[in-house]
C-alpha cells in the first residue's frame, strides 16, 4: 500500500514538474497566462467551498431576503463551491495548455474572494 501511495506521488510531482517546465521554457507571451491560469486553479481548488457558501448566502441575503439567502442561498453556494472546486482542478491540471481559448477563467469573478455574484464568464 505504501508503494502505490509513494509511486503515486512520484507521478504526481513528474508531471507538475513538467507542466511547470513546459510553462518556463515556452513563449514568453504564454507564460505568464499560464501561470496566471495555475495560480487561479490553485486559489478556486483550495477555496471554492470554502468562501463561496458565505458569499452567495450574502448576496442572497441583500437580494432576496434572509429567508431566501440562509435556504436557498445556502444551497447556490454549494453548488457553486463543489463547481469552482473542481474547476479550479481542472485548472491546475490543464495550465500548461491554452484551453480554454487564451487561458481565460470559466467563472467571473476569477477568484472566490472577489467581490460580486458567481456566474459563467462569457
Known amino acids: 500500500m505504501n508503494i502505490?501511495?509513494?509511486a503515486t506521488a512520484v507521478l504526481v510531482t513528474m508531471v507538475l514538474v513538467t507542466g511547470l517546465?513546459?510553462?518556463?521554457f515556452a513563449e514568453?507571451?504564454?507564460?505568464?497566462?499560464a501561470a496566471q491560469k495555475a495560480i487561479r486553479g490553485l486559489g478556486n481548488a483550495g477555496l471554492g467551498v470554502v468562501v463561496e457558501?458565505?458569499?452567495t448566502v450574502y448576496y442572497g441575503t441583500l437580494e432576496d431576503g434572509p429567508v431566501y439567502g440562509l435556504t436557498v442561498g445556502l444551497l447556490e453556494g454549494l453548488s457553486w463551491g463543489i463547481a469552482r472546486t473542481l474547476t479550479g482542478v481542472y485548472e491546475v491540471v490543464t495550465f500548461p495548455f491554452p484551453?480554454?481559448?487564451?487561458y481565460r477563467s470559466i467563472y467571473k469573478p476569477q477568484y472566490p474572494f472577489e467581490a460580486?455574484?458567481?456566474d459563467l464568464a462569457e
Do not use: N, Q, R, Y
Open 4 to 6: 502505490k501511495l509513494l
Open 21 to 24: 517546465f513546459t510553462v518556463v
Open 28 to 33: 514568453e507571451s504564454t507564460a505568464p497566462l
Open 53 to 55: 457558501i458565505p458569499k
Open 99 to 102: 484551453i480554454p481559448d487564451e
Open 116 to 118: 460580486g455574484k458567481t
